[in-house]
């Protein structure tokens, strides 16, 4: 890591507030036991609560289910009947929402009435009564939390935008190589037979239509006629001397480089899905160049045997400032798109234990958020469940954000 982005790590080591643990805001010494996991432990290594000699032990079950609250109840360290208790449980979660538990007897334990949804960070509210006796309890949960404020995100390089709808592509991925049209090229050839008396073209020449490039003495009449460039370009091909009579073969050929489109060779897999005008990404096997274009023919080719097709991909003039006649090039080809109500940038992804997440920044809080993921593309990816639409999450710096959480001891603990 270069000395910039270490830099950057360690102005983003701030305030983490550790997974499923108990902190003091503004507290270093708070957050430390956070991360530690400083709190007491149940039998069932649940989060002991505590009222004189009523007790509650909260624990987040997910063997073989979903997350769902499971407490138990003590007094005098004793277990006390699930059926005595009246209990009920708020979560903030940071942006404001509020998931609320009611809670019915099952076995030894209160059995919480939802699943709780990932991430489990969270500010918690416990109400229970027995024996005529209300206890109540309020305390922070947080997972994968992490505060940063504007000056050092701005030094990490952290950008963000709000979720919401995209166009997502299903892509074929082909290889292929950027060819002169056959507009973009001319074979230059005397119209009678004769002799060449003077050239004035020469390989690797810049000319323009209608340019003098020789002068032939007809064989018949012999009048001196000129022969013309067809077209403007560079000379790419010089067949002749002077001294030399004409006859089929051409003087010269000229190539117009800017006139340029790539070819690809298209299977049989993929021939029923590729149609004119579907929009291409193409970009260089070096990456460095990269540019956007359509089909515009897909054609037989002359292996009849291996069924394959040749898509012709059209280039604007200015791709020539990055693409070359006779270069390599990857594209991928939109064979189908489809406008999704939610979807993040792809680059925003990053693995959070066994999830795909991404960050989202409420103030100067950010928090992972866990993604059921739809269809993915180089540049988008659909969002099913994890995130609403509006919610603003970290394009740019999300590694930055993930190192911080992991490297502060950041765990999944209940």
């Known amino acids: 890591m270069n000395r910039y982005l270490l830099g950057a790590a360690s102005v983003l080591a701030l305030s983490l507030l ?10 270093n010494e708070g957050a430390e036991a956070a991360a530690a996991g400083e709190y007491e432990r149940g039998p069932h290594r649940g989060r002991m609560l505590r009222d004189g000699d009523f007790a509650l032990e909260v624990t987040i079950f997910e063997d073989g289910v979903d997350p769902e609250f499971r407490v138990y109840a003590y007094r005098g360290d004793k277990p006390v009947k699930p059926s005595e208790v009246k209990l009920t449980m708020e979560l903030g979660r940071l942006g ?35 024996s005529g006796r209300s206890h109540k309890w309020a305390y922070q949960s947080y997972e994968g939390r992490t505060v940063i404020t504007a000056e050092a995100a701005k030094a990490g390089g952290i950008k963000t935008e709000a979720a919401g709808p995209a166009t997502v592509s299903d892509l074929i991925d082909m290889g292929g190589r950027v060819e002169i049209t056959p507009e973009g090229k001319a074979e230059v050839r005397a119209r009678l037979p004769g002799l060449i008396v003077s050239l004035s073209g020469r390989l690797g020449q810049q000319v323009r239509r209608g340019q003098v490039l020789a002068r032939v003495e007809s064989s018949h009449s012999l009048q001196v ?14 067949n002749v001397n002077v001294g030399d009579t004409t006859g089929d073969r051409a003087l010269f050929a000229i190539a117009d480089p800017n006139q340029l489109h790539a070819e ?22 070096s990456g460095d160049g990269r540019f956007a274009g359509e089909v515009e023919a897909v054609l037989p080719t002359a292996d009849v045997a291996s069924q394959t097709m040749l898509a012709h991909v059209h280039l604007p003039p200015q791709a020539s ?47 992972v958020r866990m993604l059921d993921i739809g269809r993915r593309t180089p540049e988008w990816t659909e969002v099913l469940g994890g995130l ?3 919610d603003v999450y970290v394009t740019d710096g999300a590694f930055l954000i993930r190192a911080d959480i992991e490297k502060s001891g950041a765990s999944h603990d209940h």
């Open 388 to 390: 609403q639409p509006g």
């Open 264 to 285: 690809f060779f298209v299977y049989p897999r993929d021939a029923e899905r590729v149609r004119v005008g579907q929009p291409v990404a193409l970009k260089s096997l």
């Open 225 to 238: 006629y000129t022969v013309t460039a067809p077209i403007g370009g560079t000379i790419v091909e010089k």
């Open 321 to 367: 400032r990055e693409f070359r006649p006779g270069m390599g090039v990857e594209g991928s080809f939109a064979v189908a798109q489809a406008d999704v109500p939610l979807a993040v940038r792809t680059k925003a992804i990053q693995r959070f234990r066994d999830f795909e997440v991404v960050f989202i920044k409420v103030g100067n809080t950010y928090e």
């Open 96 to 130: 404001g929402k509020i998931d609320r538990f009611g809670f019915t007897p099952q076995d030894d334990f209160l059995r919480g009435s939802g699943v709780v949804t990932e991430p489990h960070s969270f500010d918690v509210r416990v109400v229970a009564s027995e």
């Open 18 to 27: 550790a997974a499923c643990g108990e902190a003091t805001p503004g507290k």
